[in-house]
């Protein structure tokens, strides 16, 4: 998505080097992808090895000066959840940002992990419904295809904010595997309106959260 295979990690007196995806260097990139010999190795590692490397990617990377630091986690409560909270914890993280797609066995996942939030006291940013009907290439009109509405009520049970809901666009996928700026190509989509209006509302969030 980023354009970043191949890329090498460095170390540095702070630690490691993360990867800079822009000339501008305003975002860099860390993953355990960057350390592995073949790309197409699996990581098979026991809890101990993932915890420290996940405390490693957040102590000892030279992130310099952020504005914010993002981490992308699969969907779950595994001890690597945990570990990610913990190494956080002594940078007051702000909260998560809990994306679900309509269909029933998503939501029930995702409730879980609302509950893992309140017991680790992480705060829920929001919830975000993904893959949220299908936008037509042609006409635009927007279709039902799994269902709607799962992540809007799962927030509203849970008393948490619903961010919205993201279509699935094509151009968005094709962007997202070709490492191109949708952002940019599409402003007309309606991918593009939800994503943007998602993003808005996080922001108007952080003052909020940062008290």
Same mark, same amino acid.
């Not at 609302?114 to 006291?121: A, E, I």
């Not at 094509?170 to 952002?183: H, Y």
């Given at each position: 998505m980023l354009r970043a295979q191949g890329k090498a990690v460095h170390q540095c007196d702070q630690g490691w080097v993360p990867v800079f995806v822009d000339q501008e260097q305003s975002i860099s990139l860390m993953s355990v992808g960057f350390l592995l010999e073949n790309p197409n190795e699996a990581v098979v590692w026991r809890g101990p090895k993932k915890h420290a490397l996940i405390k490693q990617f957040v102590s000892d990377v030279a992130w310099g000066e952020l504005d914010y630091l993002v981490v992308d986690t699969p969907p779950g409560t595994s001890d690597e959840h945990m570990a990610t909270v913990e190494a956080l914890r002594p940078y007051r993280p702000l909260g998560a940002l809990v994306v679900t797609t309509p269909q029933a066995v998503s939501v029930g996942d995702v409730r879980r992990e /609302? #509950?893992?939030? *309140?017991? #680790? @006291?992480l705060q829920v940013i929001g919830v975000v419904e993904n893959m949220s009907g299908f936008v037509c290439p042609h006409c635009a009109d927007c279709t039902n295809v799994f269902s709607r509405g799962g992540g809007e009520e799962l927030a509203q049970l849970a008393g948490v904010p619903f961010l919205g809901s993201v279509p699935l666009d094509?151009?968005? #996928? *094709?962007? /997202?595997?070709? @490492? *191109?700026?949708?952002?940019q190509e599409f402003p007309k989509s309606t991918a593009y309106a939800a994503l943007t209006s998602i993003a808005q509302k996080v922001l108007h969030r952080m003052p909020a959260l940062h008290s």
């Open positions: /609302l #509950t893992f939030c *309140r017991k #680790t @006291g094509p151009q968005l #996928t *094709r962007s /997202l595997e070709e @490492g *191109r700026d949708f952002i």
